[in-house]
T-cell receptor, first 108, second 117 residues
């Protein structure tokens, strides 16, 4: 079942700006993962954050997790046109439950 | 990294026919594979979990007699959409989880776009 809800649904930014999207979930989690999907393609795993972690970095990506608020955020810094895609959070209790996704458009 | 392939990448069929979609893990053995369906501009919805050598576990609301899943080997799972109808038109994506992958990462196939006329 779909557990995560993402906000905003869509985001349009200028190249070089930062993009922030949020994800809220309902039940306890082992970990939370973020994925990217280019239009009409499969998913690419971006980053995994465990329930006992609060923040994690990977290149231009920064993920935070607040288990008390059952929320996570994904920040993409210094965005590029190639970052244009849909981004999904997914909670993991062995099977993944995906959020509705945020569609990010980076304008050149 | 681990690679998962799907075949075909797209298929168009007539209403009432059956379509088989293959999901293969190319460089690892996948004890568990997952099948998702994604409608346009929507998220991925898990349809079923497929374990090698056993029956698939279907999510609530997914008709097991309509969506037949076979996981006969550690590298291949198939999804057969039987008696397809236009409302079955969707993007079907599989993923695989390898044993011993401590990070709980799932590796996704590129998806199969099914259009039922």
């Amino acid at each position: 079942s779909q557990q995560g809800e993402e906000d905003p649904q869509a985001l349009s930014i200028q190249e070089g700006e930062n993009a922030t999207m949020n994800c809220s979930y309902k039940t306890s989690i082992n970990n939370l993962q973020w994925y990217r999907q280019n239009s009409g393609r499969g998913l690419v795993h971006l980053i995994l954050i465990r329930s006992n972690e609060r923040e994690k970095h990977s290149g231009r990506l920064r993920v935070t997790l607040d288990t008390s608020k059952k929320s996570s955020s994904l920040l993409i810094t210094a965005s590029r046109a190639a970052d244009t895609a849909s981004y999904f959070c997914a909670t993991d209790d062995y099977k993944l439950s995906f959020g509705a996704g945020t569609t990010v458009t980076v304008r050149a | 990294g681990a690679v998962v392939s799907q075949h075909p990448s797209w298929v168009i069929c007539k209403s009432g026919t059956s379509v088989k979609i293959e999901c293969r893990s190319l460089d690892f053995q996948a004890t568990t594979m997952f099948w998702y369906r994604q409608f346009p501009k929507q998220s991925l919805m898990l349809m079923a979990t497929s374990n090698e050598g056993s029956k698939a576990t279907y999510e609530q609301g997914v008709e097991k007699d309509k969506f037949l899943i076979n996981h006969a080997s550690l590298t291949l799972s198939t999804l057969t959409v039987t008696s397809a109808h236009p409302e079955d038109s969707s993007f079907y994506i599989c993923s695989a989880r390898a044993p011993g992958q401590g990070l709980h990462e799932q590796f996704f196939g590129p998806g199969t776009r099914l259009t039922v006329l």
